[in-house]
């Protein structure tokens, strides 16, 4: 059975994709950055490609 989202959702067109690395790939801004074990690096954000998608998605605004 094919999920309801498929073919509408995607990275792209969420509004906590953050696109600044390239228009395929960007970075989900849905949680705060994972935090990394030495605690001198700086968390990490999620990188995603634009076709990708989850539950949380949420359209960006128009
Ligand atoms: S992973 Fe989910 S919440 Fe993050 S940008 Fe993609 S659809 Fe949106």
Request: glycine letters at 8%.
């Amino acid at each position: 059975m094919a999920l309801t989202t498929a073919g509408t959702a995607a990275c792209a067109k969420c509004k906590f994709f953050d696109s600044e690395q390239s228009a395929e790939l960007g970075l989900c801004r849905y949680n705060p950055p994972i935090s990394q074990p030495s605690g001198d690096t700086a968390g990490v954000w999620p990188k995603v490609e634009a076709s990708d998608w989850c539950g949380h998605f949420e359209p960006a605004a128009a």
